[in-house]
T-cell receptor, first 112, second 116 residues
């Protein structure tokens, strides 16, 4: 069964600190892995997309890693800001058919 | 970048009535659009996939007669919730892809539906 699991479920950090969110998946056949940021009451916004051959990809203060052998990914946020407070969703795309498998998300709260 | 809009952003309707939600790709032609539903503190659940000019493909457990999808053009898809019930209250999100966007699936801002 195709599944994406994220941890932790929620996280509270102080402004300026770094944090790392985890994602494990069992999706086959694998096409790519995406990280999205979803603000409350808004649609998801893409942060990174990584294919099988990519180990790391950055987008500003966001850096995603992918280990296709262990089927794990992480999203590292550097120097967090209050505006980083959101739900971060790990999504794995199934090869063929444009089907996406969503994780439940990690709710991040950055406080001052 | 590719922009997807939804209208309305929120709607309140009475039980038994129908409500239509529009999803538009503003600056590209979407070959495929997707409709998702998201309950509080849960992730997105795919409801159906629609291609322009053809019938939508519904996920298992989604009633096609209740959730009517019309993909009339390459820039517009509509979701009509018929005979709405309070349990249909949810956040509905559409997304769109096109050959030009490759792997990228662009999401709309969502529509909050509350059925009273």
């Amino acid at each position: 069964k195709n599944q994406v699991e994220q941890s932790p479920q929620s996280l509270i950090i102080l402004e300026g600190k770094n944090c790392t969110l985890q994602c494990n998946y069992t999706v086959s056949p694998f096409s790519n892995l995406r990280w999205y940021k979803q603000d409350t009451g808004r649609g998801p916004v893409s942060l990174t997309i990584m294919t099988f051959s990519e180990n790391t990809k950055s987008n500003g203060r966001y850096t995603a890693t992918l280990d296709a052998d262990t089927k794990q990914s992480s999203l590292h946020i550097t120097a967090s800001q209050l505006s980083d407070s959101a739900s971060y969703i790990c999504v794995v795309s199934v090869l063929y058919g444009n089907k996406l498998v969503f994780g439940a998300g990690t709710i991040l709260r950055v406080k001052s | 970048g590719a922009v997807v809009s939804q209208h309305p952003s929120w709607v309140i309707c009475k039980s038994g009535t129908s409500v239509k939600i529009e999803c538009r790709s503003l600056d590209f032609q979407a070959t495929t659009m997707f409709w998702y539903r998201q309950f509080p503190k849960q992730s997105l659940m795919l409801m159906a996939t629609s291609n322009e000019g053809s019938k939508a493909t519904y996920e298992q457990g989604v009633e096609k007669d209740k959730f009517l999808i019309n993909h009339a053009s390459l820039t517009l898809s509509t979701l009509t919730v018929t005979s709405a019930h309070p349990e249909d209250s949810s956040f509905y999100i559409c997304s769109a892809i096109t050959l030009q966007t490759g792997m990228e699936q662009y999401f709309g801002p969502g529509t909050r539906l509350t059925v009273t």
